[in-house]
């Protein structure tokens, strides 16, 4: 049972980057997924969900509008498609799944549980 991310980089501000998050050895669509990120010296913070129904999602502020998730089902994969990237979002982004709801405060509570399985993380540096 694991979750493998990839996709992070260095970029431009202004650019974009797509992470992925590959699960093996369970069924990625019956699960809530989170993606979290933790930028040096601050706190993991949960920002995006996105509910095992398809019917329930979150982003948070500091994403909304610039960050999309997008699963891949046939390939066990779900995908964050960051765009307009600024230096604020320079941090390690994690992935993780976990049979939960999908909510603001749920995913804050995820963000400090760190319960069910999650990604190795992967770097996002974006320079100005």
């Known amino acids: 049972v694991q979750l493998q991310a990839s996709g992070g980089g260095l970029v431009q501000a202004g650019g974009s980057l797509t992470l992925s998050c590959t699960a093996s050895?369970?069924?990625?669509?019956?699960?809530?997924i989170g993606w979290f990120r933790q930028a040096p010296g601050k706190e993991r913070e949960g920002i995006t969900c996105?509910?095992?129904?398809?019917?329930?999602?979150y982003y948070a502020d500091s994403v909304k509008g610039r960050f999309t998730v997008s699963k891949d089902n046939a390939k066990n994969t779900v995908h964050l498609y960051m765009n307009s990237l600024n230096t604020e979002d320079t941090a390690i982004y994690y992935c993780?799944?976990?049979?939960?709801?999908?909510?603001?405060?749920?995913?804050?509570?995820?963000?400090?549980?760190?319960?069910?399985?999650w990604g190795q993380g992967t770097q996002v540096t974006v320079s100005s």
């Open positions: 993780a799944a976990e049979k939960t709801q999908c909510g603001p405060t749920l995913v804050k509570l995820w963000a400090r549980s760190g319960l069910g399985q």
């Open positions: 050895g369970f069924t990625l669509s019956e699960y809530t």
């Open positions: 996105e509910g095992y129904s398809g019917l329930t999602s």
